[in-house]
């Protein structure tokens, strides 16, 4: 079974077409779009700054104040995608006189990254507890249902297949406690020019407000207009759980417009604009890929 880093054989190979195909036009571009091309189709590389902080980081930092402010008694926080160990560090930082109220949980599937947290393990001793989990982001069985104040989902679900988004909430949902319990979503609109991913698939704000109100979730949207766009969404535990088919019928009409948007961008590039038209290019097999996970690729004729 394909990993979320892994592109369709056809997709690879059309990727692969388009770079000889390019290069061969163009030799004197070959050094700089071969560099450009080794960044975007490689896997996404998790910032591993310890003093970084940004945006996001904060607001979820600021998420777990309230709960803290709000609620006596420990809070249980899990860090779905967390790379590097960036939230725990901030969390750190930011609110040591209540560390030890705090029961921490972080998962991500790249092996470098839980090595990286792994070797630094004893920074985060003043935590309640602190549990390192590699596995799949939906995949989470162990966790004891109900018990989750907070689930952080930061600066990832572009890179997560939307296929599998309808496993991935309803797993989430059924995690959160369902007096308090929310999901945090934050998340960049576009990925900055400079550094495209070509495994991402980018929602604004409102697109993912859609597909999570169509899964019976009542998201709440913030947007920050920063160097892209960055945008919030809070959801909150939903009693009826997750319609995993409405949110599917909902992703299916998103990605559609997607891929429309890439063929229309690839057509018609920038004049001399080759890195362009490679992302185009890229967003037209990921969306591909996804909609033939979800049955709907190649579309039915109509009669």
């Not at 960044?39 to 591993?48: I, L, N, Q, R, V």
């Amino acid at each position: 079974m394909k990993g979320p880093f892994e592109l369709d054989p056809q997709a690879e190979a059309f990727i692969r077409w388009a770079t000889a195909h390019l290069t061969s036009e163009e030799a004197t571009l070959d050094r700089k779009l071969g560099a450009f091309l080794r960044g975007y189709t490689g896997p996404p590389k998790a910032a591993c700054d310890d003093t970084r902080s940004s945006i996001r980081e904060d607001a979820a930092v600021r998420e777990i104040a309230r709960l803290l402010g709000e609620y006596a008694g420990p809070v249980r926080v899990l860090d779905a995608c967390c790379g590097f160990g960036n939230l725990p560090r901030q969390v750190l930082r930011s609110m040591r006189a209540d560390i030890d109220r705090i029961s921490f949980c972080a998962v991500d599937r790249d092996t470098g990254s839980i090595e990286a947290i792994r070797s630094k393990i004893d920074l985060f001793n003043g935590f309640l507890a602190f549990d390192l989990m590699q596995r799949e982001v939906w995949d989470l069985a162990g966790l004891d249902s109900h018990t989750v104040d907070l689930i952080v989902l930061n600066n990832a679900l572009r890179e997560i297949p939307p296929s599998s988004y309808s496993k991935l909430f309803s797993v989430f949902n059924s995690l959160l406690r369902p007096d308090r319990g929310r999901i945090c979503i934050i998340d960049m609109e576009s990925q900055p020019v400079d550094a495209p991913e070509s495994i991402a698939i980018n929602w604004d704000g409102t697109e993912a407000k859609r597909f999570l109100a169509a899964g019976g979730f009542a998201p709440e949207l913030t947007l920050h207009d920063k160097q892209t766009t960055v945008y919030q969404l809070h959801c909150r535990h939903s009693p009826a759980g997750v319609d995993g088919a409405a949110m599917t019928g909902e992703l299916r009409a998103l990605l559609e417009i997607k891929l429309h948007a890439a063929l229309e961008r690839r057509r018609n590039p920038s004049r001399r604009n080759h890195q362009e038209w490679l992302v185009a290019t890229g967003t037209v097999a990921r969306c591909v890929e996804e909609l033939t996970a979800f049955g709907a690729f190649p579309p039915r004729p109509t009669v």
